[in-house]
């Protein structure tokens, strides 16, 4: 049964959404501890924007980041994420693909750490607790009225959807 937690944390590394929707899965099917599932999901997520912050960081050294953070608005633009940090990260979070830039921003930025990590703590305990709970209660009354094949309808969904969106951003338009 190593192989459940482990594949719920490595898909909270890369996808946070995807590791609830796993987590749901082994705790309706497979008889696996919600609080487990939880710690996992939130786990990967939280080394997963942990990551996304470091690459920030990394991003400084690249030579047209560091024109972009010589460039007069750079501070000014500090200094509103600053201000602003607990509602842009509440907001980045909640709102789908606006995390990633978010978090980028903060470490390219210099926002410290210390600063930040509880934000994204918080949240995503959050974000976690209320989708893990939403999926395993709909998912437990799914499989109980439609049976072991309900599962497909929602992963063939976010497959082809996910899909569907890496096939729009990287094909060229009009060619």
């Avoid at 796993?22 to 990551?51: C, I, K, M, T």
């Avoid at 842009?88 to 995390?99: E, N, P």
């Amino acid at each position: 049964m190593i192989a459940a937690p482990l594949a719920i944390f490595l898909l909270g590394c890369l996808h946070e959404d995807m590791a609830i929707l796993a987590a749901g899965y082994f705790v309706v099917e497979r008889g696996l501890s919600p609080w487990l599932a939880g710690g996992l999901a939130f786990g990967g997520l939280l080394f997963n924007n942990l990551l996304l912050y470091y690459l920030g960081m990394l991003l400084r050294d690249h030579p047209w980041m560091r024109r972009w953070l010589l460039n007069k608005h750079a501070p000014i633009i500090r200094r509103r994420l600053e201000r602003h940090l607990v509602t842009t990260l509440t907001l980045a979070r909640f709102g789908h693909s606006m995390l990633m830039p978010a978090l980028v921003g903060c470490g390219s930025l210099r926002i410290p750490i210390q600063r930040v990590l509880p934000v994204i703590a918080l949240t995503g305990a959050v974000y976690v607790a209320v989708l893990l709970t939403i999926v395993i209660v709909l998912g437990a009354a799914v499989m109980r009225n439609l049976g072991n094949w309900a599962w497909i309808v929602p992963v063939t969904l976010a497959l082809g959807t996910a899909v569907w969106i890496i096939r729009r951003r990287f094909t060229r338009h009009g060619a």
